[in-house]
């Protein structure tokens, strides 16, 4: 499975961004997407997943309230809406595909090139 993520840039605290990731095969509609984050010098965390129907979703701590994570397999994309933005937010954003729901790295076999997201205060 390839992954292209694509949406980021350079905001300012409090704004939004969406994200979004194609797949290339229709197996996507099969895995579990997750969206992870970088930031320079830290280890790469996952940010949300949601499972291959949508059931299932998971948010890290740092996220919850204000990202959201969606899907549209007819599509074979993944999204991550991104609001009131934090300068602590700023990483490159990635995501990922499964073959089951998992909350860690490991396990994540697919993954896409990155795309940067810049939070200014």
């Known amino acids: 499975v390839q992954l292209q993520a694509s949406g980021g840039g350079l905001v300012q605290a409090g704004d939004s961004l969406r994200l979004s990731c194609v797949a290339s095969?229709?197996?996507?509609?099969?895995?579990?997407m997750g969206w992870f984050r970088q930031a320079p010098g830290k280890e790469r965390e996952l940010v949300a997943c949601?499972?291959?129907?949508?059931?299932?979703?998971f948010y890290s701590d740092s996220v919850k309230g204000r990202f959201t994570i969606s899907r549209d397999n007819a599509k074979n994309t993944v999204y991550l809406q991104m609001n009131i933005l934090k300068p602590e937010d700023t990483a490159v954003y990635y995501c990922?595909?499964?073959?089951?729901?998992?909350?860690?790295?490991?396990?994540?076999?697919?993954w896409g090139q990155g795309t940067q997201v810049t939070v200014s205060s």
């Open positions: 990922a595909a499964a073959p089951q729901f998992l909350v860690v790295v490991a396990g994540y076999h697919y």
């Open positions: 949601i499972s291959w129907s949508g059931g299932s979703r």
């Open positions: 095969e229709r197996t996507f509609s099969s895995y579990t």
